[in-house]
């Protein structure tokens, strides 16, 4: 019975029992490469990587692309900084179904969880250059009406909040001098009170804008009350027409800008616009599959996956494409990971993706770069069709309607707390009564009647839960992921995805660790994702788009699963927020965290 004493004593005294099998081993957040030893004290030379980047291609990845490419040689620096490195790299798409025809402007998927091998030699017409804002034009949508708000708000910035990237109240009548209703006497959409704003946006632009009000135009909804959505986010933009490269190559200050027109004539406000193309002018027609240590240069040429407006982009599952493409048993791997020479030697199947990356003395590092949440279907569930019958059967198990509405579904083991939570707030806004309904967001902790308030709001969360069995629980590719590797501890998971940036405030300043890292306010971040999940539910109609977190690169819906999935990983997990400015910056903290596990 000592052992049971000396359990007890382990728990009650706040100690961890890591079981041996665990999935993730603690290490001191302290270790440098430099201190991994052999027994005899002998350095074990270079630390080997072996990297599955995971990159979102939908048609709102343009600018995350390029920053990833651009950030590329600071993260490899700062991956050596503390000792050599040996590096193999492989990229595929979330995409989990196959396209049927080539979409203009990106790599082909024809098979999924295939290493892409392509780069990229252009973007659609999505990525032209705006910048969210709340504009109007009245009557809505007259393309060729100049917008002022556009031009006198290039400038445009969100100060310190409790969210700083969301916008405060109603923003169309922040100035004083915009309506408070619209054309058809219906008051506009006001947000949450997240933060308080400016009218100053951009600090992107490399000179100041001297452009005529007429050559910005507005883009928005049908109805000027959806300009803004229940979180707050905007759903108008504004975009500079052009009719020169050299206009935007001023504007944006990068030699590579181009002045796009998709179809028409150029200089046509109803269509043109700045374009950064992509970076891949000096890419080869077919690249490796697998790059290695004196190939690296040519990451920036994988890594352009292109960008896709496709239905089938559109229909993200990241986890199931990197599961597809690593396993040893899978369509990727036919044949196995090893076979014979001819002369009984075995060796790596050269036509096996999981043999050709994945090495047994380096560590396996998954990293997923989405603006969006993932929809891995469960993998008994076949999408891989071929044929115009295959499809329809397809179509019956998951219909189309589906795909763009998937983050807003749980899985099969009970739904997504936030989603939950978000189901919970959408449900009280149709009650007669909203006030006597319940949700997480309703309580307020010290207040008399806290307790009862949650117990209420739980009920209300447990009605509303989102369960969806054809959707596979994240726990399933944790384990899957896991597998791939006897010692689990080298296998890594880092999820560079949306989250809320909302940031911890005290006396009105921001709040910051002793590392000088800005504090996370995790109660209004919990309140954001809740919000955009409602949002998702309710902003349904056209051009309404909610988000979590807005950015220089754009904006990102809240990643949960990729989320969750990190989570899943202990510490050897890690999430980074892609609405970060710098994501140079993040790649090198995720260089850091690597030279820790």
């Excluded at 804002?133 to 556009?150: G, L, R």
């Excluded at 109660?523 to 998702?536: G, H, I, R």
Aim: aromatic share 8%; with cysteine.
């Amino acid at each position: 019975m000592r052992w049971l004493a000396l359990l007890f004593f382990m728990f009650s005294s706040g100690c961890v029992v890591v079981p041996p099998d665990s999935a993730w081993t603690a290490t001191s957040d302290t270790a440098s490469v430099s201190d991994t030893l052999l027994s005899d004290g002998v350095s074990n030379g270079p630390r080997k990587y072996d990297f599955l980047w995971v990159i979102d291609h939908s048609s709102s990845m343009c600018k995350q692309q390029l920053a990833l490419s651009a950030g590329f040689a600071d993260f490899l620096e700062a991956l050596k900084k503390n000792g050599e490195a040996d590096v193999q790299m492989a990229v595929v798409t979330v995409q989990q179904i196959p396209d049927t025809s080539t979409a203009s402007g990106s790599v082909t998927v024809k098979k999924v969880g295939e290493f892409n091998h392509r780069a990229a030699s252009a973007f659609p017409p999505n990525c032209i250059e705006h910048y969210r804002a709340p504009c109007f034009v009245d009557p809505p949508n007259d393309a060729t009406t100049p917008s002022e708000q556009c031009r006198a708000g290039f400038n445009f910035q969100f100060t310190a909040g409790k969210n700083y990237q969301m916008p405060a109240t109603s923003l169309l009548n922040m100035d004083g001098d915009d309506p408070a209703v619209d054309s058809a006497g219906k008051p506009q959409h006001a947000g949450p009170p997240y933060g308080d704003v400016l009218r100053h946006y951009a600090p992107y632009l490399a000179v100041p804008d001297d452009s005529k009000a007429n050559e910005w135009r507005c883009v928005q909804p049908t109805a000027l009350s959806q300009v803004t959505n229940d979180n707050g986010s905007i759903n108008s933009y504004c975009q500079r027409h052009c009719s020169f490269d050299t206009e935007c190559q001023k504007l944006l200050g990068n030699q590579s800008a181009i002045c796009y027109t998709p179809g028409g004539t150029a200089g046509d406000p109803k269509t043109s616009g700045c374009m950064l193309p992509p970076n891949t002018k000096d890419c080869p027609d077919v690249l490796p599959s697998v790059v290695k240590n004196d190939q690296l240069d040519l990451f920036h040429c994988i890594a352009t996956v292109g960008a896709s407006s496709s239905v089938q982009s559109g229909f993200e599952g990241g986890l199931r494409s990197a599961w597809i493409a690593l396993d040893p048993a899978g369509a990727n791997c036919p044949g196995g990971p090893s076979i014979d020479d001819g002369n009984g030697k075995s060796i790596k199947n050269p036509d096996c993706q999981f043999a050709q990356l994945v090495r047994d003395d380096a560590y396996l590092v998954i990293v997923v770069v989405s603006d969006d949440d993932d929809c891995s279907v469960d993998l008994k569930i076949s999408l891989a069709y071929e044929s115009p019958d295959e499809k329809i059967a397809v179509k019956a198990i998951l219909p189309t309607e589906d795909w763009n509405s998937c983050q807003s579904k749980g899985d099969a083991v009970g739904g997504n707390r936030r989603v939950n939570e978000g189901n919970c707030l959408y449900t009280k806004s149709k009650q007669p009564i909203p006030a006597d309904y319940k949700c997480p967001a309703d309580c307020v902790v010290g207040a008399a009647d806290y307790d009862a308030c949650v117990a209420a709001a739980e009920l209300n969360v447990q009605k509303n839960r989102a369960v969806d069995p054809r959707f596979a629980p994240v726990s399933d590719f944790v384990n899957r992921f896991r597998g791939l590797k006897s010692d689990q501890a080298k296998v890594i998971f880092a999820a560079i995805t949306g989250d809320s940036p909302a940031q911890a405030f005290q006396g009105g300043k921001p709040q910051f660790d002793k590392a000088g890292s800005a504090s996370a306010d995790d109660a209004q971040k919990v309140t954001d994702a809740s919000a955009f999940y409602k949002a998702l539910r309710h902003n349904i109609s056209a051009r309404q788009a909610p988000y979590v977190c807005a950015g220089r690169n754009g904006e990102s819906g809240y990643g949960s699963r990729y989320i969750e999935m990190a989570s899943g990983f202990g510490q050897n997990g890690m999430v980074a927020n892609i609405c970060n400015d710098d994501l140079s910056a993040t790649l090198n903290d995720l260089a850091t965290f690597l030279a820790t596990r």
